[in-house]
């Protein structure tokens, strides 16, 4: 018996050491440079993912190796503009990464969606409710919510408030708006709440447990039979998810059913509703089919994700900087002519303000919501990017928050300095190129143009009617960003003292 034992633990250790000098030394990618622990396992990361690191430590290898960096056996990160167009371009064929199957459920949503055909129709059918003319017509709708908001700020009378849980509050009524002429038809009355409602609680709970299902299956599978009722509840949280998607789209058909005839509805899950995606039929024909019930509720909690935590932690971060530096007066400087109506600008007198764009430009720039990688899978027969040949079935990535920080692009790049972004055309162009806070190509945020409307509607309203602070509650690093793929503060919040002027 021992015999077989020593067998059996010789036979592991010759299959470990093979692993080990393969990926080391005979791998196609033994070349690329990085952290020699890197070449053996990628489970390094794990830990360093679970403490919210992973993107400032892959920026800490770039800064270290260069913009071609091996992060794993078979993962490499870049940081050259010339890879951005192969990785994300309009006619890219990479593939969202495996990676994304942890994100997925049954069916597949748009943000886990691989197949290229069937992302580019569902696509198309939600872009609509994005289009830059249909947001211009619930502009009206939008301003309502930041009265909302200004209403909020007014309440605290000028003592500390948490901004962050302030402003996610607001853009999760933004995607819920009790008018039906948004996305859901319904609102989640966040403002008028003293607590952020079970939605934000669930969101947050989802990002945990879907963390921990990805980097630890085994161990997620184990803990899911603790007793714990913490625990349990936790771990239910995308459940939870999909059934506030089903309990909307049931509460809609009601109101649809009990409203006038004829009567027009413009939102998102009326368009879902009514509309058709093409598909491949078993024989490869092409059919259109209607979206089912089980997708259309998958897709309101993908939008209302989406939606919320994104244009909050612009908006935090972004009201953060300008509560310590000069740009704040810079800008109500450049406010002072724009007449408001009920404390709100019409965007079309903003949109085009030059030091308005530029902050919100270099706040992204900054302080990405998304700051991490987006991994795509090198497709068959393999490619050559940035000099090295990539294999079939690698994992490659770039982060917004390397490219967007190039000190060859952005002159001393962790400065925040909105005159970056008032040069000449030629500049503006090499840096657009490498900022990539909504990704590029046919997977770019389907929500930019909204989240810019909110973004300049809510700055313009605030900056003009309130001399913004940092809270003497705040201490230094507080502000320091961790990720578990969207951007949080580290210590969780962002208390700044909002003064009438």
């Not at 994005?130 to 930041?146: R, Y």
């Not at 430009?361 to 991994?375: D, I, K, T």
Request: net charge neutral.
């Amino acid at each position: 018996m021992y015999l077989y034992l020593a067998a059996g633990l010789c036979a592991i250790l010759v299959s470990a050491t093979w692993r080990i000098i393969s990926n080391v030394f005979l791998s196609p990618l033994a070349s690329i440079p990085g952290p020699f622990l890197a070449k053996i396992t990628s489970k390094w990361l794990i830990l360093v993912e679970m403490s919210g690191n992973r993107t400032t430590t892959i920026h800490k290898l770039h800064n270290q190796y260069g913009p071609t960096v091996r992060v794993g056996p078979n993962e490499v990160s870049f940081a050259d503009g010339n890879v951005i167009k192969e990785l994300y371009g309009q006619s890219s064929d990479f593939m969202k990464a495996p990676v994304y199957d942890q994100f997925s459920q049954h069916p597949v949503g748009i943000f886990s969606m691989q197949n290229k055909a069937e992302h580019r129709e569902r696509r198309k059918l939600l872009s609509h409710a994005f289009a830059q003319s249909n947001l211009l017509q619930i502009e009206p709708v939008i301003g309502d919510t930041v009265k909302q908001l200004l209403k909020k700020i007014n309440g605290t009378m000028g003592q500390p408030t948490d901004a962050l849980v302030l402003l996610r509050m607001f853009a999760l009524d933004v995607v819920g708006n009790d008018t039906g002429e948004l996305f859901l038809g319904k609102s989640f009355s966040a403002l008028e709440s003293i607590k952020p409602p079970t939605f934000i609680r669930d969101l947050d709970a989802y990002f945990i447990v879907m963390g921990m299902k990805g980097s630890f299956p085994w161990l997620f599978e184990i803990a899911s039979y603790f007793p714990s009722t913490k625990w349990q509840e936790l771990q239910q949280a995308p459940k939870r998810l999909r059934t506030y998607g089903e309990n909307a789209l049931r509460d809609y058909r009601l109101r649809q059913d009990a409203g006038p005839k004829g009567a027009k509805y413009k939102d998102l899950l009326h368009k879902m509703l009514t509309s058709h995606e093409t598909v491949s039929t078993p024989s490869g024909k092409p059919t259109e089919v209607p979206m089912t019930d089980e997708q259309i509720s998958l897709e309101i909690g993908n939008l209302v994700f989406a939606g919320t935590d994104t244009t909050s932690t612009t908006l935090t971060y972004l009201f953060w900087q300008l509560a310590q530096c000069k740009w704040q007066e810079l800008l109500r400087d450049e406010l002072a002519i724009t007449q408001l109506v009920d404390g709100i600008a019409t965007f079309g007198d903003i949109d085009q303000f030059p030091i308005l764009n530029a902050v919100i430009a270099e706040s992204l720039r900054l302080f990405p919501a998304a700051p991490a990688s987006l991994q795509r899978e090198t497709p068959a027969g393999g490619r050559e990017l940035a000099g090295y040949f990539i294999p079939a079935g690698t994992v490659v990535s770039m982060q917004c928050y390397t490219t967007q920080r190039d000190g060859a692009i952005f002159h001393d790049p962790e400065t925040f300095d909105p005159t970056r972004w008032m040069q000449s055309p030629e500049k503006l162009t090499d840096m657009n190129l490498y900022q990539m806070p909504f990704s590029k190509g046919t997977r770019a945020c389907l929500g930019k143009n909204l989240a810019m409307m909110e973004l300049k509607l809510v700055v313009a309203a605030v900056i003009k009617q309130y001399q913004i602070k940092v809270a003497d509650s705040m201490k230094p690093g507080d502000m320091n960003m961790k990720d578990h793929f969207l951007t949080l503060p580290a210590c969780g919040r962002c208390d700044l003292v909002f003064t009438p002027l």
